[in-house]
C-alpha cells in the first residue's frame, strides 16, 4: 500500500507541536497507535497501518485527520436514522474504519443527536478483529463521557458481525432491537438507500485528490486549506449543541485559583490561542478593584511613602504578548462572573444584553465615590473552551500550580463564548513601580529587593 493510500493523513501544520514548540512535546499519536506505525517524525509506515483511525481520535489538533470527513460529518448530520458500521459489521450504514476513530467530541455529538433522531452504532466481532485495540480506546473514551454525562443516552450500539455469505441470516441472529424497528419505519431514507463502501469512498477521494493536485499547480492559493484553530470533531459538537440551546454537556474546562501570578506564561504557551490575558484600568464597579482601593487607601494612612499611583507605564515591564487581542473586550461575546454571591467554582454567563461596558476600563477618578484617587489594574484571564485541545501545557508550565482541568457542565452558549476564569489586581514594586509577578511581601522587585539584605531568600 502506498502511502497516498491511507484513509488518515497527516497535516504537519496542524501539528501542536508545529503550531507551537514546547520542551515536552505532544507524541500521543506515537504512543497510542496500536501498531506502531508512527514514526517520531509522525511518518507511517503502510505495511504496519491498518488505517483503524486512532491516530485522529487521539490527536487533540487535527495532526491526523480522515480524508473523508467531510462527508462522514455531512451524513452524521443529514442521515435519519443515523447508522454507522465498522468494515466488520453488517453494512447497514456509512462505514467508518473502526469506532476507535471516533473521539470524545465525536460521541458527544452522536449523543446530542441521538435525542433528535435515531442514533446507531453498528459493530463486527471486535474481539476477532486485528483492530480490537483500536475499538477498545474508542470504548473507552466512551465509558469516560458517559461517566458525566447527565441525561441517558439514547444512541445504540450493536453488534452485528459482517456474514459474507449470509448478510440477512447473521442479522436475524440478533433479535431487532427497538432502533432497528424504528429504522424500518422511516421511509423514504435517501441516505440510507445510497451506502458507498469504504473502497468506493476511496476511489472518489484518490480522484478527488488528482483534480485538487492538479488545482493546486495552477492556482495554489484557491486550493490550500488554511491551519484552523477548532479541532473539526469540536466544530461539529458545536453545531449539535447549537440546535438544543439549554442542553449542557460534560466538557472538560480549566479553573484557575488565587495562586495565580498573572505572570501569562500559560497564555503564551497555548497553541491554541484558547487562553488571553486582559489587563486595564479597573472600572469603579468591579469588586475587586474596590477591595483594593480599600486596601490602598488604608495603607497609604499608614505609611506616607507608599506610591499614590501603582499603575506602572502600560509597556515598561508587561511582557510583549499579555495584552489580549482587542476583540477579547468586544462585549456581545464576553462572558463574565456577574453573581458576586456565586460560588467561586460556578462560570456564570454574562447576559448577552448585559452593558456593554462589562470589562471596558472607565476613568476611575471620575467617579465621586471613588475613595482614594488611586488606580487599581485589573488582570483577566479569558479561555475559550471551543479552541482548548486539552493538551495540559498550561497546567505544565504554571509555576504555582494555579491550573487545574475539571469536568463541568456546559452549555452552548459558555463552549462558544469567553469565559473570564480568572481576575485579580496587578501588583506593583513600591519603589520603582514595575509589574511584579509574585505574590510575597514586601511588595518589591528582585531588583529593589536585592538593596535590602535581609530579603535575601524572601525575595531573591
Ligand atoms: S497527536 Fe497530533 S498534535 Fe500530537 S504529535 Fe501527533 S499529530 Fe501532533
Ligand atoms: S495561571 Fe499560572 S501560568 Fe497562568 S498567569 Fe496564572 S500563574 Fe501564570
Ligand atoms: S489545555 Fe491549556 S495550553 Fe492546551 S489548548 Fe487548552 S488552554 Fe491551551
Known sequence: ????????????????????????????CIQLCPQGAINEKKEVTPSKCTDCGVCMAVCPSDGFVDRAINELQEHIF???????????????????????????????????????KEVRIITGDCAACQDVKACAIGVET????????????????????????????????????QSSQSHNKHSPNPTSRHKPSLGERREKKKLTDIGKERLRSILPSVIDEEPHTIPLTRT???????????????????????????????????????????????PEDNEIAQAARLEAAESSAADVTAPTDVTA??????????????????PADVIVPVDATASADVIVPVDATAPADVIVPVDVTASANVIVPVDVTVVSLIYQAARCSHCQRCIKVCGPKA??????????????GKILIHEQTARFCTSCSRRIYHKLNPCLCVDCAKEDPKLKGVLY
Open 1 to 28: 500500500m502506498s502511502a497516498r493510500d491511507q484513509q488518515f493523513i497527516f497535516r504537519l501544520d496542524q501539528c501542536l507541536n508545529t503550531k507551537k514548540s514546547f520542551a515536552s512535546s505532544c507524541r500521543q
Open 78 to 116: 443529514d442521515a435519519d436514522p443515523m447508522v454507522l458500521n465498522c468494515p466488520a459489521a453488517q453494512p447497514e450504514g456509512y462505514e467508518i474504519n473502526c469506532i476507535g476513530m471516533l473521539d470524545r467530541d465525536a460521541w458527544s455529538t452522536l449523543m446530542l443527536l441521538s435525542a433528535q
Open 142 to 177: 466512551l465509558k469516560d463521557l458517559l461517566s458525566h454525562w447527565p441525561l441517558p443516552n439514547s444512541m445504540t450500539i450493536d453488534i452485528l458481525p459482517w456474514d459474507e455469505k449470509t448478510p440477512q441470516a447473521s442479522s436475524a441472529k440478533k433479535a431487532p432491537s
Open 236 to 282: 461539529w459538537l458545536l453545531e449539535a449543541l447549537s440546535q438544543v440551546p439549554d442542553q449542557k454537556i460534560p466538557f472538560p474546562t480549566l479553573k484557575i485559583s488565587d495562586h495565580c501570578t498573572t505572570c501569562a506564561i500559560c497564555v503564551r504557551i497555548c497553541p491554541q490561542h484558547a487562553l488571553t490575558q486582559h489587563t486595564c484600568e479597573a
Open 313 to 330: 507605564p502600560a509597556d515598561v515591564t508587561a511582557p510583549a504578548d499579555v495584552t489580549a487581542p482587542a476583540d477579547v473586550i468586544a
Open 403 to 416: 491550573i487545574t482541568m475539571e469536568t463541568i457542565e456546559l452549555d452552548s452558549r459558555f463552549l462558544q
